[in-house]
């Protein structure tokens, strides 16, 4: 299986910008879709943002279009997400998951491959 760390969260003001990454190791040498979702404080876990392997094709949750960024660099096994205009609404606990299936990764309630640990961030208005 594929192992993620997820880095860059932190605390920053309303209105800034972070960008998380997720490295990954282990079996990278097969294809896989990848996704970040959040968790706030008293509340479910939540979709954010999805990427095939290739990259040709992203998904968004509609709370972060327009502000939210995922990509990744296959080359450096590295999955992205570049936050702009934070909100103290983005304040969560950001995971990296990782499936051979992007469907598993896009359906709310199905059981992915791989998670990180996740990372927090603050966002203070």
């Known amino acids: 299986q594929v192992q993620l760390v997820e880095s860059g969260g932190g605390l920053v003001q309303t209105g800034a910008s972070l960008r998380l990454s997720c490295a990954a190791s282990g079996r990278t040498f097969s294809p896989y879709a990848a996704a970040w979702f959040r968790q706030a404080t008293g509340k479910e876990r939540e979709f954010v943002a999805a990427?095939?392997?290739?990259?040709?094709?992203?998904y968004y949750a509609d709370s972060v279009k327009g502000r939210f960024t995922i990509s990744r660099d296959n080359a450096k096994n590295t999955v992205y997400l570049q936050m702009n205009s934070l909100k103290p609404e983005d304040t969560a606990v950001y995971y990296c998951?990782?499936?051979?299936?992007?469907?598993?990764?896009?359906?709310?309630?199905?059981?992915?491959?791989?998670w990180g640990q996740g990372t927090q961030v603050t966002v203070s208005s």
């Open positions: 990427i095939k392997w290739s990259g040709a094709s992203t």
């Open positions: 998951a990782a499936d051979p299936s992007l469907g598993h990764l896009l359906q709310k309630g199905t059981e992915v491959a791989s």
